[in-house]
Nanobody, 120 residues
Framework: QVQLVESGGGLVQPGGSLRLSCAASGTIFSINAMGWYRQAPGKERELVASITKSGTTAYADSVKGRFTCSRDNAKNTVYLQMNSLKPEDTAVYYC??????????????WGQGTQVTVSS
């Protein structure tokens, strides 16, 4: 079994910062792309940031310059540093990863989600 477990969400004031972490565990041969999505109430889930195995990142326009996605391949962990947070960043944040459990089979996995609330 493979699990993605997120941590680091919470309540923060506008302009504040949070750092999300997502650790993959279980039978893992290799992890390709990892990323973060978010879903606000009444809205569709959207891609926030992604990072390849070699460290190339991509960001939604709404978070460019404020969020930074990074990973530690030795720890099978991806991070999302969120600065200058705005109320519109309020959402449940989900970790996502493409994981090989052996040499041949790749599957896409989701974490359980962590709530981020930006409010004064």
């Amino acid at each position: 079994q493979v699990q993605l477990v997120e941590s680091g969400g919470g309540l923060v004031q506008p302009g504040g910062s949070l750092r999300l972490s997502c650790a993959a565990s279980g039978t893992i041969f290799s992890i390709n792309a990892m990323g973060w999505y978010r879903q606000a109430p009444g809205k569709e889930r959207e891609l926030v940031a992604s990072i390849t195995k070699s460290g190339t990142t991509a960001y939604a326009d709404s978070v460019k310059g404020r969020f930074t996605c990074s990973r530690d391949n030795a720890k099978n962990t991806v991070y999302l540093q969120m600065n200058s947070l705005k109320p519109e960043d309020t959402a449940v944040y989900y970790c996502n990863a493409d994981i090989y459990r052996d040499y041949y089979v790749k599957r896409n996995y989701w974490g359980q989600g962590t709530q981020v609330t930006v409010s004064s």
